[in-house]
């Protein structure tokens, strides 16, 4: 059939679509037949129920179900004549004053835009590099020591110091009263291990056993207790046990411990190097994926469909209702959180998604069998059963798409960064890790 395409505004077109209404009942009339086979009715046998009682009680979902069928089909039919790239949903109003026996609607809808992608080798680009260092490594060994360190109780006369894990018993006031949460006994924690509050912690340090102390306390104004943030405490404390760490030495010991392969000092460093090393690429991986991407929005210019950027918003809103649930917020999914504070966002994401798309299509950047199945052994060699994360990955065609993005993006890096002007930046172990 002849397909007539009407451009309204910039991406959106419309299309008129026309039925035979001849068609829709025989549809209605095959489906409600079909349906009286097992329908039931008080007083009669299943199977013989009178079509005019099943038209009179189904008549209208069934007519609504067919015309919904039949103009997705013939839109579908329609777009595919027309060559169109539909994005979103289209909308469907009726119009009046349709031919005798026919039913005309309107859809109305955008398409996805042409994209011209300008010259990558006209693109600046920051590549950052780090590498670990021996200090990283020591570093790290030590925190796996202080995760497993002993506590001995220290004599009454010795003062709490940073490092010691003390046992108190407090009372907070404000303004002379009690507050919800101000009082606690038998409460540990370390010194200096940033749990506390910095007054806290400095009241407490330099205590000995048995000693009691008042101070003023000020809650910072974002503290997450709201009805307390911003206001003065004084509180109470007094300390009932002060024990004194004691980290585990570096042997063969403490190596077997932690479960390492090579049960050796040796194989600890290595192993830990290992695993920092696989941090760092990932980390390097993201910054310089981020970099190139952040060049790649100023390569082409071309409109957004707003189907797409409402859907990427509506994905957003449900994200960040999420995160509220898991910080245990009551009621995270009933807040009212508007999509349109997202709609910056959602428009880059959208955009940069095209533009990716048309980069790997134009280069024949798609994702092989070889870089997924790499991208999954290596994130799996982060846990204790690669194996068993391998399957996981494997067993959820979600999680699959979501690792097929991840390696598709360094795929347009990697392509970007051999074409594109590159300056190398290197960084410190520390100054990588420390970027969010």
């Known amino acids: 059939m002849a397909v007539t395409v009407e451009t309204l505004e910039k991406l959106e077109r419309r299309i008129t679509l026309t039925l035979s209404a001849q068609d829709i009942q025989k549809e209605v009339n095959t489906r409600l037949k079909r349906l009286s086979r097992t329908v039931k009715a008080d007083g009669f046998r299943p199977g013989k129920v009178p079509m005019t009682v099943v ?30 790239r539909v994005a979103g949903t289209p909308r469907i109003n009726e119009r009046e004053g349709a031919a005798a026996g026919e039913l005309s609607f309107d859809a109305t809808f955008e398409v996805y835009p042409e994209i011209q992608l300008g010259d990558v080798a006209t693109l600046s680009v920051e590549r950052i590099s780090a590498e670990v260092t021996d200090e990283a490594v020591d570093r790290t060994i030590d925190i796996l020591r202080k995760q497993r360190q002993t506590f001995s109780q220290r004599a009454h006369a010795e003062a709490a110091i940073p490092g010691d894990r003390v046992t108190i018993n407090f009372e907070g006031k404000i303004d002379g009263e009690p507050f919800d949460g101000g009082r606690a006994e038998d409460f540990s924690f370390t010194l200096g291990d940033g749990r506390m509050l910095t007054e806290f912690d400095q009241a407490v340090t330099g205590m000995k056993t048995g000693e009691s102390k008042t101070f003023p306390l000020t809650f910072p104004a974002d503290y997450q207790g709201k009805e307390v943030a911003g206001k003065e405490a004084d509180f109470l404390v007094t300390l009932t046990k002060v024990e004194q760490p004691h980290l585990p030495e570096i042997d063969e010991a403490f190596v077997a411990s932690l479960a390492i392969k090579e049960a050796t000092v040796d194989g600890l460093r290595a ?86 798309n048309e980069m790997v299509r134009a280069h024949d950047l798609k994702v092989t069998p070889e870089q997924l199945t790499g991208h999954i052994d290596d994130l799996a060699q982060s846990y204790e059963n690669p194996a068993e994360v391998v399957r996981w990955y494997f067993s959820d065609r979600q999680r699959l798409a979501e690792i097929e993005s991840a390696v598709l993006e360094n795929n347009v890096t990697e392509f970007v960064l051999g074409k594109a002007s590159v300056t190398d930046k290197a960084l410190s172990f520390d100054e990588l890790m420390a970027m969010n």
Do not use: H
């Open 55 to 84: 038209a009179q009680r189904y008549g209208y979902s069934v007519q609504y179900e067919v015309m919904n069928d039949k103009v997705g089909e013939a839109f579908a039919q329609a777009a595919n004549e027309a060559q169109l």
């Open 271 to 356: 192993d830990v190097r290992k695993n920092l090393e696989r941090e760092v690429k990932f980390r390097l991986a993201a910054r310089n994926r981020e970099s190139v991407l952040n060049a790649l929005d100023t390569l082409a210019t071309f409109d957004v469909p707003k189907a797409l950027i409402d859907a990427e918003s509506e994905r957003l809103v449900a994200g960040a209702r999420e995160d509220l649930k898991s910080r245990g917020v009551k009621d995270a999914d009933k807040m009212p959180v508007p999509a349109e504070m997202f709609a910056s966002q959602a428009e880059r994401r959208v955009r940069l998604g095209l533009a990716l």
